[in-house]
T-cell receptor, first 119, second 112 residues
Framework: GAGVSQSPRYKVAKRGQDVALRCDPI?????LFWYQQALGQGPEFLTY????????KSGLPSDRFFAERPEGSVSTLKIQRTQQEDSAVYLC?????????????????FGEGSWLTVV | SQQGEEDPQALSIQEGENATMNCSYK?????LQWYRQNSGRGLVHLIL?????REKHSGRLRVTLDTSKKSSSLLITASRAADTASYFC????????????FGSGTRLQVQP
């Protein structure tokens, strides 16, 4: 597609409910990232995929957070038993691997985010 | 935790004035990037400066990097109301890691 697409754009969940957030990266991008952005703060890294392999999940805040990318394209971020502190914007981003970027460096392209409010 | 800290946290200027935002970071980096985020939207990449570069220009943007002070600045010249947004610096999270570490952002308001 033309850009990174995320759905749903807005989600209100009751505390304790499970949620699933979807990301469609730019076609051909092998790298995919999830970030969490609290209100008024910068994004914080959650996890990174290269194709279907989850190479870095060091930012996932607890075992309630789970991400997958089974076919190396679409990714889903799942949050189980949501809590109020999970309220944030969840941003997905994608990029090409280094050998395709030339001198452009580690530039990544962000989606517009999924706004999660836990009540 | 956030690697970078932007300064100031908020900046309000008149259209036509220049806006300068600063970023400090803590660890050695390969490169530093600046991103822009309009309210309620995703981040848009503005410019990347490598650790062996001291200054870089792109249109009305000028970025400097001082690795000895672990700091960078973003200058927007001749600002426009459409420049109103939050601006974030980002650095690579560590050796071999693809993740970016973002600062807390500067919220720029350009008054028409």
């Amino acid at each position: 597609g033309a850009g990174v697409s995320q759905s749903p754009r807005y989600k209100v969940a009751k505390r304790g409910q499970d949620v699933a957030l979807r990301c469609d990266p730019i076609s051909g991008h092998v790298s995919l990232f999830w970030y969490q952005q609290a209100l008024g703060q910068g994004p914080e890294f959650l996890t990174y995929f290269q194709n279907e392999a989850q190479l870095d999940k060091s930012g996932l805040p607890s075992d309630r957070f789970f991400a997958e990318r089974p076919e190396g394209s679409v990714s889903t971020l799942k949050i189980q038993r949501t809590q109020q502190e999970d309220s944030a914007v969840y941003l997905c981003a994608s990029s090409l691997p280094a050998r395709h970027r030339g001198l452009s460096g580690n530039t990544i392209y962000f989606g517009e985010g999924s706004w999660l409010t836990v009540v | 935790s956030q690697q970078g800290e932007e300064d100031p946290q908020a900046l309000s200027i008149q259209e036509g004035e220049n806006a300068t935002m600063n970023c400090s970071y803590k660890t050695s980096i390969n490169n530093l990037q600046w991103y822009r985020q309009n309210s309620g939207r995703g981040l848009v990449h503005l410019i990347l400066i490598r650790s062996n570069e001291r200054e870089k220009h792109s249109g009305r943007l000028r970025v400097t990097l001082d690795t000895s002070k672990k700091s960078s600045s973003l200058l927007i010249t001749a600002s426009r109301a459409a420049d109103t947004a939050s601006y974030f610096c980002a650095t690579d999270a560590g050796p071999g890691r693809r993740a970016l570490t973002f600062g807390s952002g500067t919220r720029l308001q350009v008054q028409p």
